[in-house]
T-cell receptor, first 111, second 114 residues
Framework: RKEVEQDPGPFNVPEGATVAFNCTYSNSASQSFFWYRQDCRKEPKLLMSVYSSGNEDGRFTAQLNRASQYISLLIRDSKLSDSATYLCVVNKGGGADGLTFGKGTHLIIQP | DVKVTQSSRYLVKRTGEKVFLECVQDMDHENMFWYRQDPGLGLRLIYFSYDVKMKEKGDIPEGYSVSREKKERFSLILESASTNQTSMYLC?????????????FGDGTRLSIL
């Protein structure tokens, strides 16, 4: 099983719709989880951390399911500017070498 | 806001050259990282450092070395550049010693080896 697995997409979604991505991870010792956003030819940027209780930031909601080892990202009322690649990121469970990045899910919001 | 600055956005070098990529962060972060990103392969860790003068190999260190003489600066060196090292190179930094903190990235360097 890959360390972090995401559906690469692309997800083509009409503007205003709700879209959700899942990501699975293999290391049960992982403690920290994040979603990053990466625009074409740009660097990844932290979108939000994912907490055990779930957390919300405006139109974005992140959930963690430790039992099934997956995290999710929900985007409500999608905007054209949400078009990007979303990277699921999980820590390696110890040590300073930090994080494992998924290959990303490509989202295209259509007018 | 964390600022991670990479010395060049675009760089073109020739096969066999020694290439230096520089990265500076301004947040007194302990950890610094070098990745390369290629289509379909995602981000791959080359080297990282958790303290001054300390370095650890990542997943793909072959053909690369690094230097961290000061806390704020982490350099990636291509000893003898080859065409398969054409890629987007990303530097990142993070705080703390447990690897649990998010990483903050520089703008990236698009390196072409001819």
């Amino acid at each position: 099983r890959k360390e972090v697995e995401q559906d690469p997409g692309p997800f083509n979604v009409p503007e205003g719709a709700t879209v959700a991505f899942n990501c699975t991870y293999s290391n049960s010792a992982s403690q920290s989880f994040f979603w990053y956003r990466q625009d074409c030819r740009k660097e990844p940027k932290l979108l939000m951390s994912v907490y055990s209780s779930g957390n919300e930031d405006g139109r974005f909601t992140a959930q963690l399911n430790r039992a099934s080892q997956y995290i999710s990202l929900l985007i409500r009322d999608s905007k054209l500017s949400d078009s990007a690649t979303y990277l699921c990121v999980v820590n390696k469970g110890g040590g300073a070498d930090g994080l494992t990045f998924g290959k990303g899910t490509h989202l295209i919001i259509q007018p | 806001d964390v600022k991670v600055t990479q010395s060049s956005r675009y760089l073109v070098k020739r096969t066999g050259e020694k290439v230096f990529l520089e990265c500076v962060q301004d947040m007194d972060h302990e950890n610094m990282f070098w990745y390369r990103q290629d289509p379909g392969l995602g981000l791959r860790l080359i080297y990282f450092s958790y303290d001054v003068k300390m370095k650890e190999k990542g997943d793909i260190p072959e053909g690369y070395s690094v230097s961290r003489e000061k806390k704020e600066r982490f350099s990636l060196i291509l000893e003898s550049a080859s065409t398969n090292q054409t890629s987007m190179y990303l530097c990142a930094s993070s705080s703390g010693g447990d690897g649990n903190q998010p990483q903050h990235f520089g703008d990236g360097t698009r390196l072409s080896i001819l």
